[in-house]
């Protein structure tokens, strides 16, 4: 019955959670299903939650919410819920949110059929939360441009931050086998970049082999014929060492860039954070790098406005940053999480002082960005084109220093260009985020 339903798939939240959403299209397709971007013409939609942060969870909320207004206009029968909110907060949310008809949680992906025959069959609510297991290995569909990809090698936590839901969410650390990873990735196809993601990726077969596999895997994904570049995402810092800074510095196929969320820069706040470094050693770890791989592109993202955050630590992050000098960053004002350490917390810090300590560190990063992308000016850039911007009327692409989705762009003139190529573009211009160019051929 369910091969002849309509399916529409929203997915929100982070590129975890795409992956998994990719993973359940690949399920529904295997299955026969039909999918449709047009959430009008669905029979059954599927909302991938996110619920890491409180805006977060309003967002899954009024999507659900907003998907319902096509139960009386159009023609929907069914909306699952899946993914973190459902799996953190079923307790909470199944008696309210009755526009739901089925509930999967994060491990229940593969009962999507069963959970929804059942509801037709008894034209009753399912809860299926907690009832599959961990072995959803679909195939994908990718949701991305087609000449990227995101590969997750884990799921799960081992930090406890005491700002973050994830380990009460996702659980504990688990690594994904090595030989699944590199069929999924080989299943791909040709991809021009592989981002490599997960909540920790540094951690990576600790769990599963006893001792970190996270440079051999990348050395063996960098094998494989189909994957042109590899990029990494959500490296924490304590775990960076020496044999994985000569894989990213000696495999060509290495994106010279990291990710490394360091969320703060004073000791006393890192502590309260349960973070493991310090001010010192990330200074060094900052410094490593750049004397391991010249020209390295760092990334990172801060939290402003943590419980007893002083004025005075905010203006030494401040400080921190003005040294450091990363090409790129993304700052957020502190949320207050239920069920976590620092909700627990006092003083909180007042949101109106929160927000404005966010502001500034933009407006200040915003000038170090500016400063560095501007020395790219009269220099040829390798540009890996993602498309066309058809409001600036020219080609957008990302150079070795930006990641899809969150980072700054170069937007380049060019006689002839194919998506998901690399060209050469010379600089012309800079602001605080993006890059401005054009080709040789463009220019003669």
Do not use: W
Not at 57 to 76: F, V
């Amino acid at each position: 019955m369910l091969e002849n339903k309509k399916f529409g798939v929203i997915s929100l939240g982070c590129d975890k959670n795409r992956v998994d959403s990719e993973k359940l299209i690949g399920l529904l397709k295997e299955r026969g299903c039909s999918l449709t971007d047009d959430l009008s013409q669905a029979e059954i939609v599927v909302v991938n939650t996110c619920a890491f942060l409180e805006s977060a969870r309003k967002e899954s909320i009024d999507t659900i919410l907003e998907c319902a207004g096509y139960k009386k206009n159009g023609k929907l029968e069914k909306i699952v819920v899946t993914g973190c909110l459902p799996q953190k907060f079923i307790g909470e949310l199944y008696d309210p949110l009755t526009e739901a008809d089925v509930f999967l949680g994060i491990h229940d992906y593969e009962k999507i059929f069963e959970a929804l025959e059942a509801s037709y069959a008894g034209n009753e609510r399912e809860n299926y939360v907690g009832k599959g297991s961990d072995g959803f290995r679909a195939a994908r569909v990718l949701t991305t441009q087609p000449h990227y990809a995101y590969l997750k090698i884990a799921d799960g936590c081992y930090n406890h931050c005491t700002y973050c839901l994830i380990p009460k969410i996702r659980g504990k650390y688990v690594s994904y086998p090595m030989e699944d990873l590199l069929k999924e990735a080989e299943n791909l196809g040709e991809v021009s970049e592989l981002v490599v993601v997960a909540q920790d990726t540094t951690r990576y077969g600790e769990d599963l082999y006893g001792v970190n596999k996270f440079p051999e895997l990348l050395h063996r994904l960098s094998l494989l014929e189909n994957v042109r570049r590899i990029r990494l995402l959500y490296c924490y810092p304590d775990v960076i060492g020496d044999e994985l800074i000569a894989e990213i510095r000696d495999n060509e196929k290495i994106v010279k860039y990291i990710d490394i969320p360091l969320q703060h820069s004073e000791d006393r706040v890192l502590k309260l954070m349960n973070r493991k470094g310090t001010r010192k050693s990330y200074l060094a770890l900052i410094e490593k790098l750049r004397r391991e791989i010249p020209d390295i592109a760092i990334r990172s993202t801060f939290i402003s406005g943590f419980p007893t955050e002083t004025e005075k630590e905010f203006e030494e992050m401040k400080a921190f940053l003005r040294e450091a000098e990363l090409v790129n960053c993304g700052f957020f004002a502190y949320s207050r999480e239920p069920d976590t350490a620092a909700a627990r917390m006092s003083p909180q810090v007042h949101p109106s002082t929160k927000r404005r300590r966010v502001r500034e560190l933009y407006e200040m990063q915003r000038e170090i960005s500016k400063k560095l992308l501007s020395s790219f000016v009269g220099k040829e850039l390798e540009v890996l084109c993602d498309g066309i911007d058809y409001e600036k009327n020219c080609f957008v692409g990302r150079a070795y220093f930006s990641a899809p989705e969150i980072d700054g762009r170069v937007y380049f003139h060019a006689r002839e260009v194919m998506q998901g190529e690399t060209y050469k573009v010379v600089i012309n211009s800079a602001d605080s985020y993006d890059l401005y160019g054009e080709t040789e051929d463009y220019r003669s």
